[in-house]
C-alpha cells in the first residue's frame, strides 16, 4: 500500500490493524456487532482502522469527509455507533461525539498500544456476521443504511477477481472517496485479496493522477464519468509533448472501467481517442455490489453493461414480477451471495425491497443482442408522458450531441395533462447559446416527437453526489420553481 506518507507492506498493515482491533476492544473479547464509525483521509490508516474494526468483531461505518455535520449526526445516530474513530476534522468530529454519547478516538490513539488477543472471526467470513453499513447516495429519499455481511463481500470481491483477472503483480491507484462501494471494494479490497499494489490519493486531481498514469507503474484504473471528463480537459490543456507522453503511458495499464454513472458514450469515444482503451462499463450499486460487466476479452458495446458477472443471477421483469420477453424493457431484479443483507433499522424497506428472493434494483434495462442496456432509474429516469414511456437517458445521449451542451440532465416534470413533461435541464460550453425552439428544432432529426424536450433550464451546473451522479429530484425542484414557458 502506497500513501503520502509512502510505502507500507500487509505486515504493517496487519500490525497496525492488530492494534486497533485491541483498542477497540479495551479488554473484551468481542465487539459482536457494534457499530464503529470512521472518519479517516484515504491512505493506509483508513485501511488499518477498517480491518482493525472488523478483526475486533465490529461493523464498520465508512464516513464521507465531506458531509456536513447535519449529515455526520444522522449516520452515526441512525447506526448507533458505540465509537467514532478520527485522523482529521477534530473541530467537527468532538462536537458530534459529545452530544452522541459516542466515544471518540483518534488514530492515533488507538495505534499507540500493544496488540493483544483477539476474537477468532473466521467463521464468520462465510457466515451471517455483519461486517459493513454503507449509505445509499439518498437520491430519491433519506439515505439507507445497506448492511453487508462478510460473505456478502467475500463473493463480490470473488467475483470481480475472476472476471476481471486481478493477479498479485497488478498496481491501481485510488482517486475515489472511500463512503461508497466503487472505491472500498472494486479498488481497495480487491487489490487486498490479491496482495496487489494500491496507491490511494486522498483525494482526486487531475494532473497528479496522470502523473501516475505516466509514470508506467499502473495497471489497472477505474473512474467515474466526470473523472474521466475532468482527465480529457486536463490532456486538451496539456502540451502537445505531454499529449504524446500521456497517450503513450496509457498504453501500458491492461484494464481502464468507468461505473456508478451512466457514461456518455462521447466520453467513451473521446477517452479511446486520447488512451486507445474502450472502457469497461459495469453495473452496480451499494445493495449488491457489481452484478454486470462488459467482457475483459471481448466486444464491448459503448452504452451497454454487458452480462451478469460470476454468480451473480439476473433477471428483467414487468411490474406484476413476471419476466419479460427478449427486446423488452423490464427492471432489473438480482439475487446470489453478494446481495446485501438488509437496510439498518428498517425491515419494512427491507422487505419491500425483495420479491421471491430477488431484489428489487428499482433500475430498468434491456437486453440487446445478448448485453444489457440501463435505461435509466424505474421511477426516474423513465418518464410517462402522453401516455408514452420514453427513457431520460436515451434523450440525455442524443442532447449532448448538440454543439452547444456540456452536460445535460433529462426529468420529468409533472404536468396536468401531459401526466410529466420532458424537461431538459442544460450546462452549455462557454460562449454558446440555446432557447427551446432550437433545441427542438435540431433535435427533430435524432428523437421521437414524444421525446423531444417541452421545457428547458440553462444551469452552470447539474447537482451531483460525490460520485457524480445527478441528483435529479433536485434538477425536478429547480424546474418547479422556475416556472416558464413550455412548447
Known amino acids: 500500500m502506497v500513501d503520502s506518507q509512502g510505502a507500507c507492506t500487509y505486515n504493517d498493515l496487519l500490525d497496525a490493524s ?16 457494534e457499530r464503529v464509525a470512521f472518519l479517516v483521509t484515504p491512505g493506509f490508516r483508513w485501511v488499518a482502522t477498517q480491518w482493525g474494526i472488523w478483526r475486533a468483531g465490529g461493523i464498520a461505518v465508512p464516513l464521507p469527509l465531506n458531509s456536513p455535520r447535519s449529515e455526520l449526526e444522522y449516520f ?40 493483544a488477543e483477539l476474537p477468532d472471526i473466521t467463521p464468520d ?70 496482495g496487489a499494489t494500491c496507491q490511494m490519493l486522498p483525494r482526486f486531481d487531475a494532473n497528479h493522477t496522470w502523473d501516475l498514469i505516466a509514470s508506467g507503474n499502473l495497471t489497472l484504473f477505474m473512474a467515474v464519468p466526470t473523472i474521466y471528463a475532468k482527465l480529457i480537459f486536463a490532456w486538451d490543456t496539456a502540451s502537445p509533448e505531454r499529449r504524446v507522453l500521456l497517450s503513450q503511458s496509457c498504453a501500458k495499464l491492461r484494464l481502464m472501467v468507468s461505473g456508478s454513472a451512466a457514461l456518455p458514450v462521447s466520453t467513451l469515444q473521446r477517452w479511446k481517442e486520447i488512451s486507445g482503451h474502450t472502457l469497461l462499463e459495469r453495473y452496480g450499486m451499494t445493495e449488491i455490489g457489481m452484478a454486470l460487466s462488459n467482457p475483459l476479452q471481448g466486444e464491448r458495446v459503448p452504452g451497454t453493461v454487458g452480462t451478469p458477472l460470476p454468480s451473480v443471477e439476473v433477471q428483467l421483469v414487468a411490474e406484476n414480477g413476471k419476466p419479460v420477453a427478449p427486446g423488452t424493457p423490464g427492471e432489473i431484479e438480482v ?49 410517462k408522458t402522453g401516455g408514452h414511456k420514453v427513457s431520460a437517458l436515451e434523450i440525455e445521449e442524443a442532447l449532448r450531441k448538440h454543439p452547444a451542451v456540456a452536460e445535460c440532465a433529462v426529468v420529468g416534470v409533472p404536468d396536468p395533462e401531459w401526466g410529466e413533461r420532458v424537461a431538459a435541464a442544460v450546462v452549455l460550453n462557454d460562449g454558446d447559446a440555446l432557447d427551446l425552439p432550437s433545441l427542438r428544432t435540431w433535435a427533430k432529426e435524432l428523437l421521437a416527437t414524444y421525446k423531444l424536450p417541452s421545457r428547458l433550464l440553462l444551469l452552470d451546473a447539474l447537482p451531483r453526489t460525490a460520485m457524480g451522479k445527478v441528483i435529479k429530484p433536485a434538477v425536478v425542484a429547480l424546474f418547479q420553481s422556475a416556472g416558464g414557458p413550455v412548447a
Not at 86 to 104: K, N, Q, Y
Not at 146 to 154: K, Q
Not at 186 to 193: I, K
Request: net charge neutral; glycine share 10%; charged share 20%.
Open 125 to 194: 467470513i462465510t457466515g451471517q456476521r455483519r461486517a459493513m453499513i454503507l449509505y445509499t447516495s439518498g437520491t430519491t429519499s433519506r439515505p439507507k443504511g445497506v448492511v453487508t455481511t462478510h460473505a456478502n463481500i467475500t463473493a463480490q470481491v470473488m467475483s470481480l477477481v475472476e472476471a476481471w483477472e486481478w493477479s498479485v503483480s497488478d498496481r491501481i491507484v485510488l482517486c475515489l472517496p472511500l463512503h461508497h462501494v466503487h472505491g472500498i471494494i472494486n479498488v481497495v479490497c480487491c487489490a487486498l485479496w490479491l
Open 335 to 383: 439475487r446470489g451471495p453478494s446481495v446485501f443483507a438488509e437496510y439498518w433499522g428498517k425491515p419494512d424497506a427491507t422487505r419491500d425491497a425483495f420479491r421471491d428472493g430477488w431484489f428489487r434494483t428499482g433500475d430498468t434495462a434491456v437486453v440487446e443482442n445478448g448485453v444489457y442496456r440501463i435505461l435509466g432509474r424505474t421511477n426516474i429516469d423513465i418518464l
Open 76 to 115: 452515526i445516530g441512525d447506526t448507533g455507533a458505540s465509537t467514532l474513530v478520527f485522523d482529521t476534522l477534530a473541530a467537527l468530529v468532538s462536537p458530534i461525539a459529545t452530544a452522541g454519547g459516542t466515544r471518540a478516538l483518534s488514530y492515533d490513539q488507538l495505534s499507540a498500544g500493544q496488540p
Open 18 to 33: 492488530w492494534r486497533v482491533a485491541t483498542a477497540l476492544l479495551a479488554g473484551r473479547e468481542d465487539l459482536q456487532e
